[in-house]
């Protein structure tokens, strides 16, 4: 969606698909970083966003065997020095709205698109199934952005080398009880448990080692719950709002890059190109940037103004790759060391005693916190809308 309003503000004709009729998917990522923050407010789009509900923060404390201490400060992390929890809907739909407002654009819901049509060698658009039966969508360029699941990846014959991680998600949300504690990103103790401060709720995460899903619902709801308030005792008033299995989601974590993006003709960005563990939530962040860069390379190649779109070289596609691959590598190695470390769920697992952590962390969170808060917070090679020095 942004890369479709950066063309189409550029004066190229871009067309969105959207397989739903509506954005409203919970359990979308819904993290949006201090870096994408400032390219938002560039687009123009932040007065809008600003007025819808979500919660911003400006440090996340992590808790460590029941000793808090300060993990991320994103204070001086770009202009904005926030990071914002927001439903991802609510930011489809304002960026659509912006773009819809652009006579290059358009924006086709509930169409989903399940393989590219060729011409040669040479990609010229895709085949979807849309709300009026099929249809065929021709383009000079497609991009697959439709996740770590890509059915254009595969349809365009790219694949993906799997880096493995040791952890499944299960996502969930609990009631906001009265008494809440600083903003607090993870509780880390038997279990790790990440609580996302919502309005009026917390959007929470139990990691479980890889495949034991079963093993969970197994135990039993109460036990489940149980097991989330002994981790993070402030949510015990409200657990009992997980009413029922089919309030909790399993995220299946995967680490994955694909060793090439593009075909003639067609380019993956996000996680189509890289898909990316939930943790720090930098997925978006990553996403976004893959298209501020595409977006960029493709208007400073000229796409738009020639006579003939579909000469466009390849080597303009590999040019945005060798741009945004090595920062998602190097943000999925570290997600991979945090994911064998503290990561890792080791249930019963022995962690530092309280006393010796409440020497240490003090140290620790002086050293890390504006460190970590840099790279969640805008992490490998930042994109701006500011054309890069080729």
């Not at 993990?71 to 659509?96: E, K, Y």
């Not at 493995?164 to 009631?175: E, K, N, Q, S």
């Not at 993956?268 to 893959?290: C, E, K, R, T, W």
Request: hydrophobic residues 45%; aromatic residues 6%; glycine residues 8%.
């Amino acid at each position: 969606m942004i890369l479709g309003l950066l063309l189409a503000r550029a004066g190229i004709r871009t067309t969105v698909l959207e397989k739903h009729d509506d954005f409203l998917r919970d359990f979308r990522g819904d993290t949006i970083h201090p870096t994408t923050l400032d390219l938002l407010a560039d687009l123009g789009v932040m007065d809008a966003l600003e007025q819808i509900p979500h919660s911003a923060v400006t440090t996340l404390d992590a808790v460590v065997n029941g000793v808090r201490f300060r993990a991320a400060d994103f204070t001086r992390v770009a202009r904005s020095g926030q990071l914002w929890f927001m439903p991802q809907w609510d930011l489809l739909d304002t960026i659509a709205s912006a773009a819809q407002e652009l006579p290059s654009f358009t924006l086709m819901m509930g169409t989903t698109a399940h393989e590219v049509v060729r011409s040669g060698n040479r990609v010229t658009g895709v085949r979807a199934d849309g709300p009026d039966g099929p249809v065929t969508v021709s383009a000079d360029l497609t991009i697959a952005a439709d996740g770590r699941n890509s059915t254009l990846r595969g349809s365009a014959g790219l694949g993906l080398h799997e880096s493995g991680a040791p952890i499944d998600v299960l996502w969930f949300r609990v009631d906001r009880p009265a008494a809440t504690p600083p903003d607090t990103i993870a509780y880390l103790a038997s279990d790790t448990i990440i609580t996302i401060p919502r309005t009026d709720y917390y959007q929470c995460a139990l990691l479980i080692p890889k495949g034991e899903m079963t093993t969970v619902r197994d135990e039993g709801l109460d036990a489940f719950r149980a097991r989330v308030a002994s981790a993070v005792p402030f949510l015990r008033p409200t657990i009992d709002s997980v009413g029922a299995w089919e309030d909790v989601k399993l995220l299946d974590v995967r680490i994955a890059h694909a060793r090439r993006w593009h075909r003639p003709g067609f380019l993956l960005i996000g996680d189509a190109a890289h898909p990316m563990s939930p943790a720090f939530g930098v997925g978006i962040n990553y996403a976004i940037q893959d298209a501020v860069a595409a977006a960029r390379v493709l208007v400073g190649a000229g796409v738009g103004i020639r006579a003939d779109l579909g000469s466009l070289d390849e080597a303009v596609l590999r040019r945005i790759q060798r741009r945004r691959a090595l920062p998602a590598r190097l943000m999925q190695q570290i997600q991979r060391i945090v994911h064998h470390t503290v990561g890792r769920p080791q249930r019963g697992r022995r962690l530092p005693p309280k006393a010796l952590l409440r020497i240490g962390t003090p140290v620790v969170s002086v050293l890390v916190r504006h460190v970590a808060g840099r790279l969640v917070g805008a992490g490998f090679r930042p994109e701006r809308l500011d054309r890069p020095r080729q």
